[in-house]
T-cell receptor, first 116, second 112 residues
């Protein structure tokens, strides 16, 4: 069964702190894709990153970095030197290449609040 | 390049009515997916269309239906609205379904 778990419901940090959002997934497919989205109060889901299951190389984009570890089925997201504008709900999602291609399985999201 | 657009942005309906929501994908994208977001259930998959064919369907009652047109625009319809259908309805487009999925701003439906 496909499942995405974001154990952290809410995280609060002070500006400039580093913060890591955890994501653990379950799938039986060998080919799958992992995503992170940001949902600000406006409601629109903003695409941040997509990784495929064959590419475990970590990625850095500015203050954002992602750590993909197949051995622990985790795809964690770190924000370095957080800013108030990072406050949002962050969703981790899984998509499989098999019969459910095109369908995203979402975690319940982590509400990140960054205080000035 | 224009993003995903959804219309209308807000809707207020009463129980028993029906509603049609529209989604225009990014130009060139052939896959459109629909999701329902509620505080209690989170983001739930409704269905996905690719080249006018429904390729996947989530666990929603038959009151929820959709279609996709030859220009990849998609509509979803909810008949006999219930209070529990109040939600943010999001659509996402991607080139094939496995690539990056980009979301529209959503339609916030309130059922009274």
């Amino acid at each position: 069964a496909q499942k995405v778990t974001q154990a952290q419901t809410e995280i609060s940090v002070v500006e400039k702190e580093d913060v890591t959002l955890d994501c653990v997934y379950e799938t039986r497919d060998t080919t799958y894709y992992l995503f992170w989205y940001k949902q600000p109060p406006s409601g629109e889901l903003v695409f941040l990153i997509r990784r495929n299951s064959f590419d475990e190389q970590n990625e850095i984009s500015g203050r954002y970095s992602w750590n993909f570890q197949k051995s622990t089925s985790s795809f964690n997201f770190t924000i370095t030197a957080s800013q108030v504008v990072d406050s949002a709900v962050y969703f981790c999602a899984l998509s499989e290449a098999g019969s459910t291609l095109g369908r995203l399985y979402f975690g319940r999201g982590t509400q990140l609040t960054v205080w000035p | 390049k224009a993003g995903v657009t959804q219309t209308p942005r807000y809707l207020i309906k009463t129980r028993g009515q029906q509603v049609t929501l529209s989604c225009s994908p990014i130009s060139g994208h052939r896959s459109v997916s629909w999701y329902q977001q509620t505080p209690g259930q989170g983001l739930q998959f409704l269905f996905e269309y690719f080249s006018e064919t429904q390729r996947n369907k989530g666990n929603f009652p038959g009151r929820f239906s959709g279609r996709q047109f030859s220009n990849s625009r998609s509509e979803m319809n909810v008949s006999t609205l219930e209070l529990g259908d109040s939600a943010l309805y999001l659509c996402a487009s991607s080139f094939t379904g496995s690539g990056e999925q980009f979301f529209g701003p959503g339609t916030r439906l309130t059922v009274l």
